[in-house]
């Protein structure tokens, strides 16, 4: 393969045309793909139609119907012809994106039909994720597996899969390490580690700190290049359609020209009242009614919000990745000038715990959920994309010793009775096995649900039906639920307990006895992870070495 095609194929393998931080879809539903199917096979949409009721897949119709008269294309061709489809808007743009849909599959093979069908719906599904893709750029472009886990760093700073390939194509393991954070292209969010006890906090990160209220909201990284502003989530989607005011606040309170911004937004409303308190904060799911299409401007009156910052990554031209977190806090408060909707986290610093202490109480107290602890030593750079001993997280439910939270996804439901007919009953879940890239059956969620709850895990999970257990769930034949979900909706849930389970899955060792989680409880939906953002084996096994459950 020439250099030159490396990177439209790296977008190609994942089913997309671009970065996942830009938009990428091409705007073509089934209707359309059918239409552009029965004229590039000279046959009638009702024959398309019938043959698509039986297959369950455009993909699999045109492979069907194409009498093998194309040629076969390049990567570019096809990767040129996808960009067109998506470029095509406004009046007549439907019809021109089903004749460019038709043309290109009069000369495909059938095989390159298939596939082109299903990258244009966005169902490309091949069963593997980037991370499967990083392992064999090491492969491809070094030879050898051993690079992959650097290559894995690199791409928590390059998050442009086509950029990241191109660069090890013509660079070999010299281009790692090369890759720096850049305007417009968002480095994967630095995440705090938790630890078991009180005490740990000290033991952990000795001598001064700083200790950070933690606030429940959206992660959002910002960033200004004159007067584009841009905001990104967690997952790297871009947002900042959904927040114009906050692009308001920061084009007033941001002075800076090029600057990167880390934080939280909150449903946050500022005001000082008689007790001496000087804002309210609401709750998670509030802040989640920002996350639409439509009426957005309405929504920025009823749910008004706030972003907190708490670190800077880059500033006019430098990246501040390697710079230590006592340096990025000064310029932080030096660039950011508060108002109502700009807040810098709050915190102190002390290397005494009993300080701490009171800190994270006065956060229960405002209805914050915890505190981070960040580490102030010269080595205390911003590390992208991990998990850092640098951070670490303290919450409520830590503090009781009882009561834990884990993120699961769900891979199957089991129908509902009495006041749940017709939705679920229960929800199979599981957590990821991180070496064996799999999901592991942990436990069956039936409490904590409103019937609102319900609804929209409902709605969420409506498309998602598999006919049986994908390759990569671990599942026990005592299990089986009724029916099977493609695992990607994600739920926080509060657990009391972990045991030893028969029927379980998860981190199942040599024994036949996987571990399970006792008296769930569904606490919200997690909007803000994917599958692969979930709870690992790894962290129910050292909680359950520890005391906390
Ligand atoms: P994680 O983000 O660690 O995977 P999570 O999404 O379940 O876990 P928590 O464990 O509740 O979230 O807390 C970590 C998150 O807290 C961070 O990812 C960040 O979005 C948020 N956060 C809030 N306040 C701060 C702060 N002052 N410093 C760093 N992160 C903060």
Redesign the pocket.
């Known amino acids: 393969m020439e250099i030159k095609e490396v990177k439209a194929s790296a977008y190609l393998f994942l089913g997309s045309i671009g970065p996942a931080f830009e938009s990428t879809t091409l705007g073509v539903g089934d209707k359309l793909a059918l239409k552009a199917i029965a004229m590039a096979y000279g046959v009638s949409e009702e024959e398309v139609k019938k043959r698509y009721s039986k297959t369950g897949d455009l993909g699999d119709v045109a492979f069907e119907l194409n009498r093998g008269e194309g040629k076969s294309l390049t990567i570019d061709e096809v990767f040129g012809k996808l960009k067109e489809i998506k470029k095509a808007s406004g009046k007549g743009s439907q019809e021109e994106k089903t004749r460019l849909i038709s043309r290109i599959l009069q000369r495909a093979s059938p095989g390159e039909g298939k596939y082109i069908v299903r990258i244009i719906l966005g169902k490309l599904r091949l069963g593997f994720e980037d991370q499967f893709l990083l392992e064999a750029f090491s492969i491809a472009f070094t030879g050898d597996k051993k690079y992959t886990a650097k290559i894995k760093e690199s791409y928590s700073v390059c998050t442009d899969i086509g950029e990241l390939a191109e660069s090890l194509a013509e660079y070999g393991p010299r281009a790692l390490g090369r890759f720096s954070i850049k305007l417009g292209r968002p480095v994967r ?1 630095m ?2 580690q ?1 630890v078991k006890t009180f005490e740990e906090l000290q033991e952990r990160i000795p001598g001064k700190k700083a200790a ?5 909201g959206e ?1 959002v990284q910002i960033h200004k290049d004159g007067n584009e502003i841009k905001a990104f989530s ?1 997952r790297l989607e871009n947002i900042t359609a959904q927040y114009p005011d906050l692009v308001e606040a920061v084009r007033k309170g941001i002075l800076a020209d090029k600057i990167v911004l880390d934080g ?1 937004i909150v449903a946050y409303v500022e005001g000082r009242k008689a007790d001496g308190s000087t804002g309210e904060f609401y709750s998670f799911q509030r802040l989640m009614q920002r996350r639409r299409k439509y009426e957005v401007q309405k929504y920025t009156e009823i749910c008004p919000v706030t972003v ?1 910052f ?1 670190d800077i990554l880059y500033l006019e031209g430098n990246s501040l990745l390697r710079e230590s977190y006592p340096k990025r806090r000064d310029l932080l408060e030096e660039h950011v000038k508060e108002s109502e909707n700009l807040r810098l ?1 709050r915190r102190i610093v002390t290397d005494n715990l009993e300080e701490i202490e009171y800190f994270f109480n006065d956060a229960l107290e405002k209805r914050l ?1 915890g505190i ?1 602890i960040k580490s102030m030593g010269s080595n205390s750079i911003y590390e992208a994309g991990k ?1 850092s001993w640098l ?1 670490l ?1 303290w ?1 409520e439910e830590y503090a009781g010793g009882m009561r834990e939270t884990f ?1 699961l996804v769900i891979i199957g439901k089991y129908y509902g009775r009495g006041k749940r007919k017709g939705s679920f009953g229960a929800l199979l879940c599981a957590i990821l096995n991180e070496e064996k890239q799999r999901f592991e059956t942990f436990t069956k969620v039936g409490t904590g649900f409103t019937e609102a709850d319900a609804k929209e895990i409902d709605s969420l999970l409506s498309g998602h039906t598999i006919s049986e257990a994908p390759k990569n769930v671990f599942i026990k034949s005592r299990m089986l639920p009724d029916i099977f979900l493609e695992p990607s909706v994600v739920i926080e849930v509060l657990g009391t307990e972990i045991t030893k389970s028969p029927g379980h899955t998860a981190g199942q060792g040599e024994g036949d006895t996987g571990l399970a989680l006792r008296f769930p409880r569904f606490l919200r939906i997690r909007y803000d ?1 994917g599958p692969y ?1 979930i709870t690992t084996v790894k962290e129910v096994r050292n909680l359950k070495k520890g005391t906390s459950i």
Request: hydrophobic fraction near 30%.
């Open positions: 969010s995440l705090a938790r950070e209220e933690k606030y429940d992660r967690r939280e907190f708490f986290a959920e981070i998990r951070w997280k919450k993120d992870k953002d």
